[in-house]
């Protein structure tokens, strides 16, 4: 995979606000907040897509993110957040190495925006089968 801004991040060649480090996981502000607090967590496996990360990296992030979340919720005195994860950039990834985004909402014009436009199930059935039985082979 090829160098991005974050693997820089990691090995110390761009310094960073540092919020945590362990051996497989770093976080740090984002550089372009869209509410103050705005954390990012990435693993250190340098995978570019979430599908494409490691058990391990993918357990070592679920099991630190909600201990994050209260961390931030704690210091920016905000209940609300959300945690977002874009994959390619047709999906707004704009740095190819996995992150997730703990973003507070301090209130209705800050944190994130979202676009939400819902659609009806169709086939659901079908659907819900296929992707089942595709988990067993992911
Ligand atoms: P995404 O669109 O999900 O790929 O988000 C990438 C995020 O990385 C953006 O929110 C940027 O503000 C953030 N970012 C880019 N460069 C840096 C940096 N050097 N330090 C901290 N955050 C960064």
Known sequence: MADTIFSKIISGEIPSHKVYE????LAFLD??????????VIPKEPAQTLDQLSDESAAAIGR?????CRAVQTVTGCREYNVLQNNGPGAHQAVFHVHFHIIPKPSEDA????????????????????????????
Not at 64 to 68: D, I
Request: hydrophobic share 45%; glycine share 12%; charged share 25%.
């Open 111 to 138: 944190g994130l925006g979202i676009r939400w436009p819902a659609g009806k199930v169709e086939d659901g059935a079908e659907m819900a089968k296929r992707i089942s039985e595709a988990v067993t082979t992911s």
């Open 31 to 40: 550089i372009g907040p869209l509410a103050p607090g705005h954390t990012l």
């Open 22 to 25: 362990d051996d497989l996981v």
């Open 64 to 68: 630190l993110l909600p201990r994050l």
